[in-house]
């Protein structure tokens, strides 16, 4: 039996929020979905926890800085810590901004042991958190058997550092993995492994309160009642990897490597040489019945220089995420070159370009580092993903290549009283769950207090037209202190086109906001139904939804 | 006498040839994606059948054409909508149109990229909500067409409405580049809830024209929708 290999995890706790808070002493916490997702430890002090509603946040904490979630930024902060660990360690594997998974051994031998080799990568870290003002940053080092344990362990030692303000790193004994995940909660599975909120649950109503509980059982059992989730259940629970691992030949060199007679520097090029890559990389896979979960990107300059890194997901990589992480390891490590360069001789005003020369590339390797067999992404007739939706998935993934990713959207619930908020648009690309049935839709049927009522505009227009509404003496209308119009309206004018008004309802005043003078809004809006006759004696009638702002009328919405 | 019967059989079988030839067309399968009740009879196929174009005109254009797809992305269709500006996501989901199961695209409005971009949205989308450019250019639009044929999508077409400009209200008049199975032409008679300040838009009275190549007499439906 092969001897198990060790894993650390470093963890940085919170780190989008500690990246976003603009200085350390200011509460803050990111917003995701109208969700706190992640805050800084001086929200934590006042009591803001991660899945709360974002006014709960902000009656427990006033003052807190509220900002959104923004993937990439919390992605670029990150390269910085990813290099100081990578000068200490070689080959190392960035889950996600916040958190680096690297294999212990070597590190731990050459360092002289676990404990010395944790806090030798947060000395290093703490001068790179002095430079660039991190100071609320908390780093959590564990060293265990399995991912799991490493990661509890992380956890558990950023929070010991957090109380003792020293850090602490936490390491699992060699072989005693099982023993000291045996009493940990369930929930550590929700939190850790990507297991979902309803299964974790279901386990603690079946009386299954810890993992050795669920390790108790027999692998059967589990896997009786809840098929290949509850044999991941199990081997998660005893301390192995989630998924066994399988063997599968390695793919031709050709698939592979690519090789570029002339050094490349066009981003653009080498992306799409990952891409052909990838595409061929997962076929292989495919057809053997498996899926690389963890996979090495190697990139060579001409100048000899590698850069290489691990990127691991748990459900397999796809082609749309190995180039996804070619990308981000591509960006940082030109990055650092060019800084690299202008930093080592200050005389020579290198330009950006010119130091891309220098650094064209030679050499694109993908190496899987493990594969197991696909099981779980078998499509399923009812429920779940459908054939229509892997094809659909594929198109989007092509029309965001086509165009950008900015013009490829769908839309999130995040709640509003304003007909334009009730929804926000993100780039189809950066939502990873396509078409699976999410929380938005449990929640839509909630409308906000002071909305407009049913039936919506179908026409809203981002940017208001600007109209007049008169009265019978063409008078512009406006709203008194008492929320009353001053006369009836009559007319309405947009651009030289004049409809007459044949009803209206409303006005209905909104004041949000009132306690932030920058982001009050104080306005009234009114439903009108118009007339217009054109030239050939037709009558067009038209509903509007107008609003008056600061002493102007603007029509926000048509009901067409 | 031989001869007599050589023919006979000849007759027989041509006869049962068409016979059975009747019998195939007579159930003739079309594959259609299913639409909600309240609009099912303005169709002439009480569905929308796969590889054909509806347009929907008129100022009620866009409200239409979104109930027209609500069925279909419940039942786990996908669709694209392209090129429409402005549209109310809340007046879509309203209508039932499932949001987790749609996507906006919005292409450049030059001919050949447009059609690029619809092209590729109706190899994996079953639905698309579309507003055509001005500019598109006929062989741009037939090509989309054939393809829209092949891959057994449904294609609706919206106006996109533009305010205080008179020209495109009434944009029916101009040259249109895709020729459409089904046109349904909306106008607004009326809208009732609303009285001089007091209760809020409610309903209105819309007239629908469908007409169109597939359709074999036009027609007109007055329907009350609630928007």
Redesign the interface.
Known sequence: MPAPRRLAVLRCLDWSAVVAAKNSTTPCAVIHAQRVISRTPAAMRYGVQVGMRRRHAQALCPDIEIVAHQPSRDRTAFDAVVRVVNELVPLIEVSEPGLIVFAARGPSRYMGGDGLMALKIVEALKTLVADSQLTDLLVGVGVGDSRLAAQIASHASAMASSSANLFVPYVVEPDKTNEWLAPQSVRVLGEFANINRETISLLERLGLNTLHDVCALSESILAGRFGELGVELHRLSRGDEQYPLAVVPHPPEHLCIEKFDQPVSDQQIIINSVQRMAVAFTEYYSVHGSVCVRIVIAFESEAGKRSERLWYRPQGLTTSAIIENAKWQLEAWLASQISGDISGNPENHALENHALENHGLVRVQLIADEVRTDTARQLRLWGGS?Q??E??????G??SE??GSS?????K?QGGRD?LD??E?VS?THVRTI????S??QM?TQKWRGA???????????EP?QVQINDQFGKLLSVNARHE?SA?PVVVV????HYKVN?????WPVEERWWDLARSRRLVRL?L?CEKI?ADNVS????MLAILEHGEWT?A???? | MQLDTKQRLTELSIKELLATQQLDTKPQVVERLAVADDVRELLPDSGLVRGRIVRCSGDAGLSLALSLCSLATQQGSWLGVVGVEHLGLLAAVEHGVALERTVLVHPPKTSREWSITVAAAIEGLDLLIVAVPERLSVNDARRVQTRLQSRRAVMIIVENTVLSQSRSMNGSNEAQQFLADVVLDTKTKSWSGVDRGAGYLQHRDVRIRVSGRRVARERNYLVTRSC
């Open positions: 459908t229509t939706d094809t659909a998935s594929q198109a989007i092509r029309l086509l165009l013009a490829v959207q769908v839309a619930w007909i009730s929804y648009l189809a078409g699976s049935a999410s938005s839709d839509t407009l009522p049913n039936p919506s505009p179908s026409v809203v227009y981002a037209i119009l009836s947009i651009g030289s086109t009803s209206w309802a409303g006005p439903q139904v054109t067009q009638i038209l509903a029509v919405a048509i009901y067409s």
